[in-house]
Structure formats: C-alpha cells, structure tokens
Nanobody, 114 residues
C-alpha cells in the first residue's frame, strides 16, 4: 500500500519560514520524482517545486529564491524549505510521487498572516 504523509505546515507571519516533509512508503522512493503542489481556496492546484530521481529541480517563478526542495532517499522523504513566506503562499500543500503512476498525499495547511 502506497502512502505519502505530509507534515510541517502551520500558521506563521509573513517573512517567517516553514519546512514541509513528505514521507513515502510502499514505493521505491529513489525512482520517483517528488513534487510539491499547493491549492488555495477557489484556485487551481499549482506545481510549486519538483525534484527528479537524479536531483534535477524545478521551481515555479513565484517561489524561486525563497523555496528549496530536497530529498533524502535513505529516509524516503522529500522536503520543502519555505523562507520569506508571503500571504499569497497560504494554501494546502500536497506532495506527489510521480513515475509511471502518480501518488498523492493528503496535504498540510500553511497559513501566512501579515
């Protein structure tokens, strides 16, 4: 059974930082690209960052220079370090493991106040 569990969300003030984690089980983690998406109320889900199985990274323009995605294959965990958070970063953050099949976590809430 495949399971992805996100954690690390919370409520912060603008300018502060959070580190999200996504722990995977039931997959050969090192073979999967790991993705962080976010979805705010009334908005479409958007890709925030991706790290491939060979550690190539992609960031949405809105988070470049502020967010860093990383992975620890030994721990089957992907991370999203989020610095200089803005109110517009508030959303539910979800991780996705992508290969021939995609698997999603349930998400973790990030709230950013001014």
């Amino acid at each position: 059974q495949v399971r992805l569990v996100e954690s690390g969300g919370g409520s912060v003030q603008a300018g502060e930082s959070l580190r999200l984690s996504c722990v995977a089980s039931g997959i050969t983690f090192k073979l999967y690209a790991m993705n962080w998406y976010r979805q705010a109320p009334g908005k479409e889900r958007e890709l925030v960052a991706r790290i491939s199985s060979v550690n190539l990274t992609y960031y949405a323009d809105s988070v470049k220079g502020r967010f860093t995605i990383s992975r620890d294959n030994a721990e089957s965990t992907a991370y999203l370090q989020m610095n200089s958070l803005k109110p517009e970063d508030a959303a539910v953050y979800l991780c996705k493991a992508g290969n021939s099949l995609d698997f999603w976590g349930q998400g973790t809430q990030v709230t950013v106040s001014t």
